[in-house]
């Protein structure tokens, strides 16, 4: 078997794959490639297999070909949704081809000395100067109306599995989709085209048009769609939202805490799936794992290696560092040693209330700090009561009635963090 084949075969990513395509690869240093639609300006963790798919490509000696859709990203990709997506400006869809190229350039190897360096193409330079006429006489005429309706992506539009239809636009997406891998293979001898399994279709047009134009075989692969063990697809929040790659979207803490949340089940997928480590590495992680699941081994691991890789080993640091002062198994030097992001991350969500730094050169007594500087309590009396208690901390330390909060107090010069008990917390923010 190929290498390549074999070691994806082995995460669990390879579903459909055309005949040929191992001994394709065989065969000679393949290009291959995968489309990515700049539908927002950062890529997010439902994007990291098909660039893992490019990654263990050029790995395994083959150059990878990222592309870039600034023209079919106009339209939008029907397969596997329920409704048209909007159109974007021109202006917009510039912020986001940028912002996915310099994402993409994390993950390749760029270098143009070596045989198998990565690419970038963009579809919209070669698709610019067609006309409609041209393209509807050169490519519409090789692929019938029957083969595009038998395709999944327009039967569950047609047939009422969705409640809308499909615009003439969503319809020639396949078509436009056929005739970039027809392109990259006449212009740049692309053999190889990836993606996920709900873009199969898509794929096969491609191969199908460089048969009928040109009478050469090209190749196919798909990976599976990633799903959680209840069957909800993956890469989203508990709170529905999206897992970007872009820190200024997702900070670290809470991409790592993502990871870390999973599942014992998905975890023994998604370590395969979302890490280098060796075959004999995760197998021995998962028996360690599964003699103590309470530890979370797996978890641990998983988050740490794709926060690594994403983010660099300085911020994974940071977030595991967070994430053992969150679960209180940290020193007062971690604490205080958090970066201004890092601190907001773990504590979003939590009130905060300005104090002047002046008074913090005085000092507020933990009494005003509880009541008056915050309202954080409801009373001075209840303040005493929960001093007498043991239950208040500072900065994460407990303290007594007669505590003074001072500016050397401050958190990176700015905040202060008041807690009662383990999971009530407030912010007091210095000005």
Not at 32 to 58: E, K, M, N, R, W
Not at 92 to 120: C, V, W, Y
Not at 177 to 194: A, I, P, R, S
């Amino acid at each position: 078997m190929n290498s390549f084949i074999e070691e994806l075969t082995w995460r669990g990513l390879i579903h459909n794959i055309i005949p040929g395509t191992e001994e394709q690869l065989n065969k000679e240093i393949t290009l291959g490639y995968i489309g990515f639609d700049p539908t927002a300006d950062s890529l997010h963790v439902g994007s990291l297999v098909p660039i893992l798919l490019l990654v263990h490509f050029q790995r395994h000696g083959h150059k990878p070909v990222a592309l870039i859709g600034g023209s079919t990203g106009m339209i939008g990709d029907p397969s596997g949704k329920s409704s048209e997506r909007n159109l974007q400006d021109s202006e917009t869809l510039q912020k986001h081809l940028l912002g996915i190229k310099s994402q993409l350039e994390r993950f390749l190897d760029f270098d143009s000395n070596k045989p198998n360096s990565a690419i970038m193409v963009n579809n919209y330079d070669w698709m610019k100067d067609v006309s409609f006429l041209d393209f509807a006489r050169d490519i519409g005429k090789h692929i019938t109306v029957n083969y595009m309706m038998a395709k999944d992506s327009v039967k569950k539009r047609l047939n009422g599995e969705y409640q809308e239809g499909m615009s003439f636009t969503e319809f020639t997406y396949q078509l436009l989709q056929g005739f970039d891998f027809y392109h990259l293979y006449k212009e740049k001898g692309v053999k190889l085209q990836m993606g996920g399994s709900d873009q199969w279709g898509n794929l096969t047009t491609g191969t199908e048009l460089i048969r009928k134009k040109i009478g050469e075989e090209a190749f196919a692969l798909t990976c599976p769609l990633i799903t959680k063990a209840n069957g909800t697809k993956f890469g989203k929040s508990e709170g529905g939202e999206n897992i970007w790659l872009d820190v200024n979207r997702t900070s670290v803490f809470k991409f790592y805490q993502f990871w870390l949340n999973i599942t014992d089940i998905d975890a023994e997928k998604y370590i395969k799936i979302y890490t280098f480590l060796s075959k004999d590495e995760i197998e021995s992680l998962i028996e360690i794992h599964k003699q103590n699941p309470s530890n979370r081994v797996l978890q641990k691991k998983l988050a740490e290696e794709v926060t690594i890789w994403v983010h660099g080993k300085e911020e994974a640091i940071k977030a595991i560092k967070a994430s053992s002062i969150l679960f209180g198994k940290s020193t007062k030097e971690d604490f205080l040693s958090l970066d201004e992001i890092t601190f907001l991350s773990l504590f979003e969500g939590v009130p905060q209330k300005e104090v002047s730094l002046e008074s913090l050169k005085k000092g507020i007594s933990i009494l005003d700090a509880l009541y008056e500087a915050s309202g954080f309590l409801s009373s001075k009396n209840e303040a005493k009561r929960a001093l007498k208690e043991n239950s208040i901390s500072v900065n994460q330390e407990k303290v007594r009635e007669d505590f003074i909060i001072k500016e050397s107090n401050l958190i990176q010069g700015k905040y202060i963090l008041l807690q009662r008990g383990k999971k009530s917390y407030f912010i007091l923010k210095g000005i």
